[in-house]
């Protein structure tokens, strides 16, 4: 005869998220011991997220979370199998709830986190993964955008008053990922590196070596540079001014100082 009650099977759904019939054949395992059963439960969640860690994960979302003064926010992408489950409100909700964890704490407890991740594998019965969590500070407001489909996003820290223009460049981040927020930022081997290609190039289509340098630093600076560096890049209302000359219109005396860019798919 069970040493439990129906009572104990629903309230320990509740508190589990697991089915019912796993519920009942944890409380049967547990002899009616209701956190034996919620060990029992923890443990085959873990199973079972161990299971899936090697099924890719192409779907996801971003989700930011700032402070009321939005001087702090912290963010993250959670990522699962398929656009079905990164559409459902309680994987939409979890993500959030980390992104919030992040902005909270300077110090996250990364067995929470992976608890937590856990038990939605165990209740969604998909891989699924937190492929990046970033947590920005600053003195002055930070601008954030999370795209419509909530598969990209992004933060921009700067000085200076908050304003319409900054989240506008946040948009541009989201729209036209760049590497770098400044030229100086571009590393001179990555430079190198591009010169080197686009020389190549030149010479395949004919040009001397001496000339097809001089072609290469010239598409380099107007093709790879205006893609790589936030401020170099075309803005996308108005692609006749570079972003530096639409905060120099718009926002005069704001300094952008980072910004963070978090995608689904994402390779870091």
Excluded: W
């Excluded at 993500?95 to 937590?116: C, F, H, W």
């Excluded at 937190?130 to 990209?152: F, G």
């Amino acid at each position: 005869m069970a040493n439990y009650t129906a009572q104990d099977v629903k309230k320990l759904r509740e508190e589990t998220d697991a089915p019912m019939m796993e519920c009942k054949a944890a409380l049967d395992e547990a002899d009616g011991d209701y956190e034996k059963a919620k060990n029992i439960l923890r443990e085959k969640g873990k199973a079972a997220a161990a299971k899936r860690t090697d099924r890719s994960t192409a779907a996801g979302v971003v989700a930011l979370a700032a402070n009321a003064d939005a001087t702090v926010v912290g963010g993250v992408v959670l990522e699962s199998e398929t656009d079905f489950v990164a559409r459902n409100e309680d994987f939409v909700a979890l993500a959030q709830q980390l992104a919030e964890m992040y902005r909270d704490s300077e110090t996250i407890d990364q067995a929470k986190v992976d608890g937590m991740v856990e038990g939605a594998v165990a209740k969604i019965r998909e891989n699924i993964k937190l492929t990046k969590s970033i947590r920005l500070t600053s003195a002055n407001p930070i601008s954030t955008y999370v795209h419509h489909d909530r598969t990209k996003g992004s933060a921009v820290v700067s000085e200076g008053p908050p304003s319409e223009a900054v989240r506008k460049v946040a948009i541009q981040i989201v729209a036209f990922p760049p590497d770098v927020l400044k030229k100086e930022d571009l590393s001179q081997e990555k430079l190198a590196s591009e010169i080197e290609i686009e020389t190549q190039r030149a010479i395949n289509e004919g040009k001397d070596e001496k000339l097809a340098r001089n072609i290469a630093t010239g598409r380099v600076n107007k093709e790879f540079v205006k893609r790589a560096v936030l401020l170099e890049q075309p803005y996308y209302i108005d692609p006749s001014k570079s972003v530096g000359q639409f905060l120099a219109e718009e926002a005069k005396g704001t300094n952008l100082l980072s910004f963070a860019y978090l995608a689904v798919g994402q390779s870091s």
